[in-house]
């Protein structure tokens, strides 16, 4: 299976401040990556397809960026409704497995 | 608007099995891929098993192959996972989500709000 490292584990920020997150495959993956943002009791929500396209309805301050083993999510302006954790998932090979998750706090 | 709303959750001991439905509303599942995802409190998301718009194709996380059955009525809109000999560490909450095409390679794009499954004497 291919293993994602996701780093920070949790971040705290101020709003208004960039915020970035990164998830490593183990292998190459392309550019087959999401990031899922998920808030608590809620149900998850996909953020970013194909590692930098923005699913319909958030706004522009969301990005996502990479290809093959490197991949980075970054929020320009940190926003008190952005307070959720994050996850990235490679669908590149079977099974789909997903990156450990980044806490945002602020 | 997709809705997918998780039941059948709850407290079972181990070793006993559960029935997890997913009712799914404002699309037809009959045109997509369906995967359930699991979450262990406090801890991340796990992938649990996926099955092609017709069924043709399951697959399963190594931890539930030979425990779990994943299936579909694509008449009624319901996917379903069988759970069998369940133990502690499947606690967690379960996701119902749909794949954004018919194939099982096809990540999942909506979600469900998931169901507690608890496991324990």
């Known amino acids: 299976d291919i293993q994602m490292t996701q780093s920070p584990s949790s971040l705290s920020a101020s709003v208004g401040d960039r915020v970035t997150i990164t998830c490593q495959a183990s292998q190459d993956i392309s550019k087959f990556l999401n990031w899922y943002q998920h808030k608590p009791g809620k149900a998850p929500k996909l953020l970013i397809y194909?590692?930098?396209h923005l699913e319909a309805g958030f706004p522009l301050r969301f990005s996502g960026s990479g290809s093959g083993t490197e991949f980075t999510f970054t929020i320009s302006s940190l926003q008190p409704e952005d307070i959720a954790t994050y996850y990235c998932l490679q669908y590149d090979n079977l099974p789909p497995t997903f990156g450990g998750g980044t806490k945002v706090e602020i | 608007e997709v809705q997918l709303v998780e039941s059948g959750g709850g407290l079972v001991q181990p070793g006993k099995s559960l029935r997890l439905s997913c009712a799914a509303s404002?699309?037809?599942?009959?045109?997509?891929?369906m995967h359930w995802v699991r979450q262990v409190p406090g801890k991340g998301l796990e992938w649990v098993s996926g099955i092609t718009w017709n069924s043709d194709k399951t697959l399963y996380a190594d931890s539930v192959k030979g425990r779990f059955t994943i299936s579909r009525d694509n008449a009624k809109n319901f996917l379903f996972l069988q759970m069998s000999s369940l133990r502690p560490e499947d606690t967690a909450f379960y996701f119902c989500t749909k794949g954004y095409c018919s194939s099982v390679t096809c990540y999942p794009d909506s979600w469900g709000k998931g169901i507690l499954v608890t496991v324990s004497s």
């Open positions: 404002g699309f037809s599942i009959n045109d997509y891929a």
């Open positions: 194909d590692a930098s």
